[in-house]
């Protein structure tokens, strides 16, 4: 099983910046994805970005491309998701995944965090 930690959510103002923090622990996989999902109050759950962690490779959603920038520390076995030029659309609960594959379906995920709340604000 792997758990997953978030932390760094909070209430900002549109047009500034936020840093996600997703810490893993429990056994790992020998090769894994962590991923960035947010989910809207009426909205379904949608995939923000996400890094193969063996490659260091990243994909990200459209909306976000360009603000969001998503990295990991390979020592402390954490992902972290920079959020930049925040817009009031931004606002969601943010959810931490992790899964042996990279997919931008949430559906496929194996493992969630509790989600973290990000409210921006004007």
């Known amino acids: 099983q792997v758990q997953l930690v978030e932390s760094g959510g909070g209430l900002v103002q549109a047009g500034g910046s936020v840093r996600l923090s997703c810490a893993a622990s429990?056994?790992?996989?020998?090769?894994?994805?962590m991923g960035w999902f947010r989910q809207a109050p009426g909205k379904e759950r949608e995939f923000v970005g996400a890094i193969d962690w063996y490659q260091d490779s990243t994909r990200y959603a459209d909306s976000v491309k360009g603000r969001f920038t998503i990295s990991r520390d390979y020592a402390k076995n954490t992902v972290y998701l920079q959020m930049n030029s925040l817009k009031l659309e931004d606002t969601a609960v943010y959810y931490c995944?992790?899964?042996?594959?990279?997919?931008?379906?949430?559906?496929?995920?194996?493992?969630w965090g509790q989600g973290t709340q990000v409210t921006v604000s004007s």
């Open positions: 995944a992790a899964n042996q594959m990279l997919v931008t379906s949430y559906h496929a995920w194996d493992y």
């Open positions: 429990g056994r790992t996989f020998g090769h894994f994805a």
